[in-house]
């Protein structure tokens, strides 16, 4: 099959240099879902087809090979939210319907194969983009789009443990979505994305939760871009594509 949207998956082993297929899951073929590691599983959840979203998702252990399906959720239905990880709990929030921005969430608890809802945000509801787990906060930064169908550049923290926001303060950076951002133990850093149809900015930044500000980077050799990848070494910060 050459189009469409897809419900196969496959594990890459890096040590043996092979792919092995995953069994057919027990949800539908879909696009612009989420999926998180927890340590034993991968979740997935959201996500759409033409004309119709998702609000159901499934769990698959490596181990055991095999899927069960998630409960069903106190989210509505969307596709192009966030997901992260906190170490007991998945939490999802924000993305879309074709119709309107969503701008609230809920929390998935693994152990109790159980939902719960997340407070309400003090932000816009937005698409596009994104979201790190600091080890204590989801941090949602940007996406798309306001009343005036414009990019965004505003953010908040939630706190699982009060059920609470707190909005980030004003940044350095300009409106954009289809951006990244990666934690680095202690800052989360904002690269690339989109800004209206054809505008790429070439800026960066970084947030430090601890002492609430934002730092302006050095430019780097890329062209600017949006949809691409980044990811946290431990070290740096990669980006490719």
């Known amino acids: 099959r050459s189009g469409g949207e897809f419900d196969d998956g496959a594990a890459y082993d ?20 989420t999926g998180v590691w927890t340590g034993t599983e991968l979740l997935v959840w959201g ?24 409960p069903a959720s106190s989210a509505e239905a969307r596709f192009g939210h966030t997901a992260v990880w906190t170490g007991s709990e998945m939490l999802v929030w924000g993305g879309a319907t074709e119709t309107r921005a ?38 949602v930064w940007g996406g798309c789009c306001d009343e005036a169908s414009t990019e965004l550049f505003d953010g908040a923290a939630y706190d699982p443990a009060a059920d609470a ?27 690339g994305g989109r800004s209206g149809l054809e505008e790429y900015p070439p800026d960066a930044a970084s947030y430090a939760p601890g002492t609430a500000t934002w730092t302006r980077l050095r430019r780097g050799a890329l062209v600017p871009r949006a949809g691409h990848s980044a ?6 910060m990669i980006v490719w594509g």
Do not use: N
Request: charge should be neutral; hydrophobic fraction near 40%; aromatic fraction near 10%.
């Open 231 to 236: 990811v946290w070494t431990g070290q740096e």
């Open 14 to 33: 890096p040590e043996r240099d092979r792919w092995r297929t995953l069994p057919p899951p027990p949800i539908a073929a879909r696009t612009g879902h």
């Open 165 to 191: 926001w707190t909005p980030l303060p004003p940044g350095p950076l300009a409106p954009r979505q289809l951006h990244t951002a990666v934690w680095t133990g202690d800052q989360m850093i904002v690269w």
């Open 102 to 139: 969503l701008a609230d969430g809920a929390a998935y608890d693994p152990a109790a194969d159980s939902w719960r809802p997340i407070a309400p945000a003090p932000v816009v509801g937005r698409s596009g983009h994104t979201a790190v787990w600091t080890g204590g906060h989801l941090t």
């Open 47 to 70: 996500g759409h087809v033409f004309g119709r979203e998702f609000a159901d998702g499934a769990a698959f252990d490596p181990q055991r090979d095999r899927w069960r399906r998630l």
